[in-house]
């Protein structure tokens, strides 16, 4: 049973930096074999995809592009999504995803909160 875990949300100023991170669990080739990404769901609105890795291609949304950057930890088996220079309008739930052949699974969220 593939788990992912997300931490490192929390409340900032505009212009702050927060580093999420998503302890993935239940399958050991997860990196190599699934597109990871991170997603994001403001009130209001439909989930949207901020960032994806696989095959050591990344792909950013327009709106992160130079304030966000993906990464992982094989050993740790822990996704990161380091956000630099945040605005208000990054204020959502962001979410950890996993694309696996089989399945697709999803982290439970983590709240960002950025205040002008």
């Known amino acids: 049973q593939v788990q992912l875990v997300e931490s490192g949300g929390g409340s900032v100023q505009a212009g702050g930096t927060l580093k999420l991170s998503c302890a993935a669990s239940g399958y050991i080739y997860i990196f190599s074999r699934c597109r990871m990404g991170w997603y994001r769901q403001a009130p209001g609105k439909e989930r949207e995809l901020v960032s994806s890795?696989?095959?050591?291609?990344?792909t950013y949304a327009d709106s992160v592009k130079g304030r966000f950057t993906i990464s992982q930890d094989n050993a740790k088996k822990t996704l990161y999504l380091q956000m630099n220079s945040l605005k208000t309008e990054d204020t959502a739930v962001y979410y950890c995803?996993?694309?696996?052949?089989?399945?697709?699974?999803w982290g439970q969220g983590t709240q960002v909160t950025v205040s002008s």
């Open positions: 995803m996993a694309q696996c052949p089989i399945n697709t699974y």
């Open positions: 890795t696989s095959g050591g291609t990344t």
